[in-house]
């Protein structure tokens, strides 16, 4: 993991030249996520991973690249559980922590991308 890491430890050098847009559209996908979870996995599987090859070469994309998917990944699991537990009584109680869960995923992984560092 160190290898990943930029030589202060904690931040990976900038690289300009690769298309970061990728990423915050994918940001913005998983927030849509929160409402539109189909869309989103959808693009975290499919259009996320149609990446460039210089773009798995940086350590800071690849580790949020990760940190999406499986953000979306599980948000979908725990709301269909959640979709479950409906008839049962209780599935507001499963899905108001997993969606407080999803937002500070997201609210976090957009702002260590912002500061350019490995989630």
Do not use: N
């Amino acid at each position: 993991m160190m290898d990943a890491l930029g030589a202060e430890g904690c931040v990976a050098a900038p690289s300009v030249a690769l298309d970061t847009g990728r990423s915050w559209r994918a940001y913005a996908a998983l927030a849509l996520g929160a409402v539109l979870f189909v869309f989103s996995i959808w693009y975290q599987v499919y259009g996320d991973t149609r990446k460039d090859a210089a773009a798995w070469r940086d350590a800071v994309l690849q580790s949020h690249r990760q940190w999406r998917l499986r953000t979306a990944f599980l948000f979908l699991v725990w709301s269909i559980l959640a979709g479950f537990c409906v008839p049962f009584g209780f599935g507001l109680l499963v899905f108001v922590p997993v969606w407080l869960w999803f937002v500070y995923r997201v609210t976090r992984g957009m702002i260590l991308f912002r500061m350019h560092r490995v989630a």
